[in-house]
C-alpha cells in the first residue's frame, strides 16, 4: 500500500485556523469512514485525536475537527494554540490490508 | 489507566536478532488486538504487525515478513516481537499500541523502544 498524501508542513497565528489535508484513493480513505488522525510532539509518543473520520475520544478539545470528502481527508485544528505544534498523522484503513496505512506526516507551526 | 511498556530494544548487529516485549496494563489484554508500529529517526510512522486478541491470526507489513514474528502471551498480558536477519533499515524506535474496531485505529500507544541496527 502507498503512504497517503500529506503537506510536509503547515503553519498559522495563535488564535487562527488551519486545515491538513489527507489524500488517497478509492482503497482506502475514498472507500471507507474509517480515517484517524493522530497527533505526536517531539521525543513523544502519537496520540489518537480524530477517528472514524470525525470522532473525538474523550479529552480531545473540541478545536479538533475531522471531514472527508472523496478521497481526500482533513483535520481542523481552530482557535490556534501554542501546544499544538506537532507533527500530525493520518492513517487509513485500505482494502486487502488490514495493518491498514499512514501518511507521511505534517508539522504544524505555531508562528 | 491504560499502560503500555515497551523494553527489549538496544544495540544489535546487522543480520542478528532480538525480542522485544510490551507489558499492558490497566485493561483486560485479551480483549484487544495489538500491532507494533515503527518509526525511524526523521521519518513518519510505518506498521509493522499486528495480532488479534487471541492471537489467532496475525499480520505483517511486506518489509518484515519471514524475518519478524508476533506473539502475545494473555496470561502475562504481554506483547511480543520476534526479529530476526535484521537490517539498518530497521533502526526505528519500535511502539507497542492497542488497535480498536478491528484494527482500523489505535487508542493508545506505549512510549517506544529504540532499536539500532549497526556494526
Known amino acids: 500500500q502507498s503512504a497517503l498524501t500529506q503537506p510536509a508542513s503547515v503553519s498559522g497565528s495563535p488564535g487562527q485556523s488551519i486545515t491538513i489535508s489527507c489524500t488517497g484513493t478509492s482503497s482506502d480513505v475514498g472507500g471507507y469512514n474509517f480515517v484517524s488522525w493522530y497527533q505526536q510532539h517531539p521525543g513523544k509518543a502519537p496520540k489518537l485525536m480524530i477517528y472514524d473520520v470525525s470522532n473525538r475520544p474523550s479529552g480531545v478539545s473540541n478545536r479538533f475537527s475531522g471531514s472527508k470528502s472523496g478521497n481526500t481527508a482533513s483535520l481542523t485544528i481552530s482557535g490556534l494554540q501554542a501546544e499544538d505544534e506537532a507533527d500530525y498523522y493520518c492513517n487509513s484503513y485500505a482494502s486487502g490490508s488490514t495493518l491498514g496505512v499512514f501518511g507521511g506526516g505534517t508539522k504544524l507551526t505555531v508562528l | 489507566e491504560v499502560q503500555l511498556v515497551e523494553s527489549g530494544g538496544g544495540l544489535v548487529q546487522p543480520g542478528g536478532s532480538l525480542r522485544l516485549s510490551c507489558a499492558a496494563s490497566g485493561f483486560t489484554f485479551s480483549n484487544f488486538g495489538m500491532h507494533w508500529v515503527r518509526q525511524a529517526p526523521g521519518k513518519g510512522l510505518q506498521y509493522v504487525s499486528a495480532?488479534?486478541?487471541?492471537?489467532?491470526?496475525?499480520y505483517y507489513a511486506n518489509s518484515v515478513k519471514d524475518r519478524f514474528t508476533i506473539s502475545r502471551d494473555n496470561s502475562k498480558n504481554t506483547l511480543y516481537l520476534q526479529m530476526g536477519s535484521l537490517r539498518p533499515e530497521d533502526m526505528a524506535v519500535y511502539y507497542c499500541?492497542?488497535?480498536?474496531?478491528?484494527?482500523?485505529?489505535?487508542?493508545?500507544w506505549g512510549q517506544g523502544t529504540l532499536v539500532t541496527v549497526s556494526s
Open positions: 495480532i488479534t486478541n487471541n492471537g489467532g491470526s496475525t
Open positions: 499500541a492497542r488497535a480498536r474496531n478491528g484494527f482500523t485505529f489505535i487508542d493508545y
